[in-house]
């Protein structure tokens, strides 16, 4: 058991996205961290993992206002998933927090505070580039850049943003980063971060007052908080008031380290508060050595191979395949093939045969060996040092190295059996061959005990009927990993019932197995994410829309269309937005007591004369919104293709102001 004074360890993987659902780029950051939250626990720590869900912002306010849903139902049933999904997988998440948790809008008000209270927050105009269409600030645009999400230009657009001072971090960050080399792991991210430091570090705009879909900034009406300010600070407020600050541990993938190793440590300074320990930087899976992307299609999902093969398996060929840090390859050739060679014959081979020995030669009992023969001396010495090397390798984060390592030495004992014979030793009587017989029963049966607690953290299930098959009935997580002594099996214990761990598997069989569960698999997450395009690879393209015409919206129930209130409006004002050339202020008699304002995107199409007096559609009852400083209350309906001038919906036949379409 853990003591309660053990010296605790707090880790932590980024909060991922609600945009997307759980893959197995998710999977592989979260499976370090419990692989490392159990490692450390079994060498003494009081381990902590925090992961959660990133869940502010336009995009998804986007995303569930696509699927008619309020961002509150989206950010849950989406968070859930990822939740459900860890759960499935066996990882122990100790606080899984949401960034729409209250608690988190109270910290990052107070980190907000504290920034603001020393000098470090100020008011400015924020420029950048704009999609009016689609609504969104695309970062890193230049003025006249396409928008990511339909391809229409950018607009450069100015807006009032509260300012964090980071150029007044430089200085401290290259100071702290000295001083403190394992800051940044590994060394490859060090220096990427030191490069970029060589140039001045820009203020960073930390509000926004277009987007409503945020943790609002204390007193400052219509400013929310935007992005890293809100999300970096989960870790911190997941253990509020518990003693664990500072995280000893940030993993990350790679594309992230800016944000955790300069805006990050330069908040928490800037508040006064401490700096994590150390931030590890991994790199990216690929799939058919290519990124795994949205748009390629190519993303592998956790689910179907959990149900192939189970969990275990494919934490094992992650960690055993790619050295953690640097990019690598999935396959499901590979994981098949390294599921065989390494799992069914080479750790399930060694304790079938061990146990069936002990079953056929001793009675289902483990023997004693007191005699140091030299070979069970050899896989005594052999297994004591792979325990040593395996925690070095462990600590650097070094798995695959930790692995091979631990596969070497059942490798060695192999080897040793076949030297032994004990299928002859055991047809002979005299004292000495039945004493070297209980040596190699009992090395081999001892060796896989160490082989299961070294491995726990790796294979956590797994670990754990190894052990009940070698008769252990401690707990295997309270073993220390890094005390592991030749000798802990007691000698007449029995050895439980014989069970297939790794049943060999068909390779082709096998993959297409996956492939059809994973089809199902899509299916499910698109339908929580309101797709309808399949993002399979394989999907053969049985029809293609005509250019520019977009599938059409998941299936919604009729009180969902009943919601939106559609109604004619007539216009009776029209005018320019000022530096805003696709924009138009209009004014519009809905028969209400008086003209609404809408702001509209059709200037491009449409003279403010020719639009004046026309009756047109307008959603009347979405939630008003400021476009640049204008609040706009409803939308106006108009049809177009992707690329093409919108086209205002009208009538034939005249039909009165204020009237409802249904
Ligand atoms: N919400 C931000 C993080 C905020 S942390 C305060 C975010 N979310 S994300 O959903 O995009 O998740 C990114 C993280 O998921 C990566 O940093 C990495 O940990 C993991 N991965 C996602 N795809 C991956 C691969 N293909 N390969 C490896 N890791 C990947 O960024």
Same mark, same amino acid.
């Given at each position: 058991?853990?003591? &309660?004074?053990?010296?605790?360890?707090?880790?932590?993987?980024?909060?991922?996205?609600?945009?997307?659902?759980?893959?197995?780029?998710?999977?592989?950051?979260?499976?370090?961290?419990?692989?490392?939250?159990?490692?450390?626990?079994?060498?003494?720590?009081?381990?902590? /993992?925090?992961?959660?869900?990133?869940?502010?912002?336009?995009?998804?306010?986007?995303?569930? &206002?696509?699927?008619?849903?309020?961002?509150?139902?989206?950010?849950?049933?989406?968070? $859930?998933?990822?939740?459900?999904?860890?759960?499935?997988?066996?990882?122990?998440?100790?606080?899984?927090?949401?960034?729409?948790?209250?608690?988190?809008?109270?910290? @990052?008000?107070?980190?907000?505070?504290?920034?603001?209270?020393?000098?470090?927050?100020?008011?400015?105009?924020?420029?950048?580039?704009?999609?009016?269409?689609?609504?969104?600030?695309?970062?890193?645009?230049?003025?006249?850049?396409?928008?990511?999400?339909?391809?229409?230009?950018?607009?450069?657009?100015?807006?009032?943003?509260?300012?964090?001072?980071?150029?007044?971090?430089?200085?401290?960050?290259?100071?702290?980063?000295?001083?403190?080399?394992?800051?940044?792991?590994?060394?490859?991210?060090?220096?990427?971060?030191?490069?970029?430091?060589?140039?001045?570090?820009?203020?960073?705009?930390?509000?926004?007052?277009?987007?409503?879909?945020?943790?609002?900034?204390?007193?400052?009406?219509?400013?929310?908080?935007?992005?890293?300010?809100?999300?970096?600070?989960?870790?911190?407020?997941?253990?509020?008031?518990?003693?664990?600050?500072?995280?000893?541990?940030?993993?990350?993938?790679?594309?992230?380290?800016?944000?955790?190793?300069?805006?990050?440590?330069?908040?928490?300074?800037?508040?006064?508060? $401490?700096?994590?320990?150390?931030?590890?930087?991994?790199?990216?899976?690929?799939?058919?050595?290519?990124?795994?992307?949205?748009?390629?299609?190519?993303?592998?999902?956790?689910?179907?191979?959990?149900?192939?093969?189970?969990?275990?398996?494919?934490?094992?060929?992650?960690?055993?395949?790619?050295?953690?840090?640097?990019?690598?390859?999935?396959?499901?050739?590979?994981?098949?093939?390294?599921?065989?060679?390494?799992?069914?014959?080479?750790?399930?081979?060694?304790?079938?045969?061990?146990?069936?020995?002990?079953?056929?030669?001793?009675?289902?009992?483990?023997?004693?060996?007191?005699?140091?023969?030299? !070979?069970?001396?050899?896989?005594?010495?052999?297994?004591?040092?792979?325990?040593?090397?395996?925690?070095?390798?462990?600590?650097?984060?070094?798995?695959?190295?930790? /692995?091979?390592?631990?596969?070497?030495?059942?490798?060695?004992?192999?080897?040793?059996?076949?030297?032994?014979?004990?299928?002859?030793?055991?047809?002979?009587?005299?004292?000495?061959?039945?004493?070297?017989?209980? $040596?190699?029963?009992?090395?081999?049966?001892?060796?896989?005990?160490?082989?299961?607690?070294?491995?726990?953290?790796?294979?956590?299930?797994?670990?754990?009927?190894?052990?009940?098959?070698?008769?252990?009935?401690?707990?295997?997580?309270?073993?220390?990993?890094?005390?592991?002594?030749?000798?802990?099996?007691?000698? !007449?214990?029995?050895?439980?019932?014989?069970?297939?761990?790794?049943?060999?598997?068909?390779?082709?069989?096998?993959?297409?197995?996956?492939?059809?569960?994973?089809?199902?698999? @899509?299916?499910?997450?698109?339908?929580?994410?309101?797709?309808?395009?399949?993002?399979?690879?394989?999907?053969?393209?049985?029809?293609?829309?005509?250019?520019?015409?977009?599938?059409?919206?998941?299936?919604?129930?009729?009180?969902?269309?009943?919601?939106?209130?559609?109604?004619?409006?007539?216009?009776?004002?029209? &005018?320019?937005?000022?530096?805003?050339?696709?924009?138009?202020?209009?004014?519009?008699? @809905?028969?209400?007591?008086?003209?609404?304002?809408?702001?509209?995107?059709?200037?491009?199409?449409?003279?403010?004369?020719? /639009?004046?007096?026309?009756?047109?559609?307008?959603?009347?009852?979405?939630?008003?919104?400021?476009?640049?400083?204008?609040?706009?209350? !409803?939308?106006?309906?108009?049809?177009?293709?992707?690329?093409?001038?919108?086209?205002?919906?009208?009538?034939?036949?005249?039909?009165?102001?204020?009237?409802?379409?249904?």
């Amino acid at each position: 058991m853990l003591d &309660e004074n053990a010296p605790k360890f707090y880790l932590t993987t980024p909060i991922y996205y609600v945009n997307a659902a759980p893959h197995i780029g998710h999977t592989y950051t979260t499976f370090a961290a419990d692989m490392i939250r159990t490692y450390k626990r079994m060498t003494g720590y009081r381990a902590v /993992l925090t992961s959660g869900t990133d869940e502010h912002g336009q995009k998804v306010q986007r995303a569930a &206002e696509k699927m008619g849903q309020t961002p509150e139902q989206y950010t849950a049933t989406i968070s $859930e998933e990822f939740r459900t999904q860890w759960e499935k997988l066996g990882l122990h998440i100790d606080r899984f927090l949401r960034t729409t948790d209250p608690r988190q809008a109270a910290a @990052v008000g107070k980190l907000y505070s504290a920034c603001k209270k020393n000098g470090y927050i100020y008011k400015g105009s924020y420029t950048g580039q704009y999609c009016m269409f689609d609504e969104l600030y695309v970062n890193d645009a230049q003025p006249g850049d396409p928008c990511p999400e339909c391809g229409r230009p950018t607009e450069t657009v100015t807006e009032e943003n509260l300012y964090f001072k980071l150029s007044a971090f430089k200085e401290f960050l290259l100071d702290h980063f000295e001083k403190h080399p394992e800051f940044i792991q590994p060394e490859i991210r060090r220096n990427e971060i030191l490069a970029f430091l060589k140039n001045d570090l820009k203020d960073l705009s930390i509000s926004r007052t277009t987007i409503t879909w945020g943790i609002p900034v204390p007193d400052e009406p219509g400013h929310v908080f935007y992005v890293w300010f809100d999300a970096l600070m989960t870790y911190w407020t997941a253990v509020e008031g518990e003693g664990l600050w500072p995280a000893d541990l940030h993993l990350v993938g790679k594309e992230i380290i800016r944000f955790h190793a300069i805006y990050w440590p330069a908040f928490l300074k800037a508040a006064g508060w $401490e700096l994590p320990k150390r931030i590890f930087a991994h790199g990216w899976l690929l799939f058919d050595n290519d990124k795994m992307s949205k748009s390629k299609g190519n993303i592998v999902r956790p689910e179907p191979i959990r149900q192939v093969m189970g969990a275990d398996p494919l934490r094992y060929f992650l960690f055993r395949e790619i050295p953690f840090g640097g990019d690598g390859n999935f396959s499901f050739d590979a994981l098949v093939g390294r599921y065989n060679s390494d799992l069914a014959n080479g750790l399930g081979n060694l304790l079938s045969r061990t146990t069936a020995m002990i079953r056929q030669y001793r009675g289902g009992k483990i023997p004693a060996a007191n005699g140091a023969a030299r !070979g069970a001396a050899a896989i005594a010495d052999e297994a004591t040092k792979t325990a040593a090397a395996y925690c070095d390798s462990f600590d650097r984060f070094e798995f695959h190295r930790a /692995l091979e390592q631990v596969w070497a030495l059942l490798t060695f004992v192999d080897r040793a059996i076949v030297q032994y014979q004990p299928w002859n030793l055991s047809k002979q009587e005299d004292a000495e061959s039945q004493a070297r017989l209980d $040596e190699i029963l009992y090395s081999s049966a001892e060796t896989l005990r160490i082989v299961s607690i070294l491995l726990k953290p790796v294979l956590p299930e797994i670990t754990e009927k190894i052990w009940a098959q070698l008769g252990m009935t401690t707990a295997l997580l309270d073993e220390r990993i890094d005390r592991l002594e030749w000798g802990g099996l007691a000698a !007449g214990q029995a050895v439980g019932e014989a069970a297939q761990l790794f049943p060999r598997l068909d390779l082709k069989e096998t993959v297409e197995k996956m492939n059809e569960l994973e089809v199902v698999e @899509v299916a499910r997450q698109n339908a929580l994410l309101g797709k309808t395009a399949p993002e399979v690879a394989s999907t053969p393209a049985e029809w293609t829309a005509p250019e520019g015409i977009t599938p059409v919206a998941p299936q919604i129930e009729f009180d969902d269309f009943a919601k939106v209130d559609l109604r004619v409006a007539r216009i009776l004002t029209a &005018e320019k937005v000022e530096k805003a050339d696709k924009l138009l202020k209009l004014t519009m008699d @809905v028969a209400e007591r008086e003209p609404r304002t809408i702001v509209a995107g059709i200037a491009k199409a449409y003279t403010p004369e020719q /639009l004046v007096g026309r009756k047109v559609v307008i959603v009347a009852n979405l939630q008003p919104r400021k476009l640049r400083g204008i609040m706009s209350n !409803g939308m106006i309906v108009a049809a177009s293709l992707e690329n093409t001038s919108p086209v205002l919906a009208g009538f034939l036949e005249d039909v009165p102001v204020g009237a409802r379409l249904k």
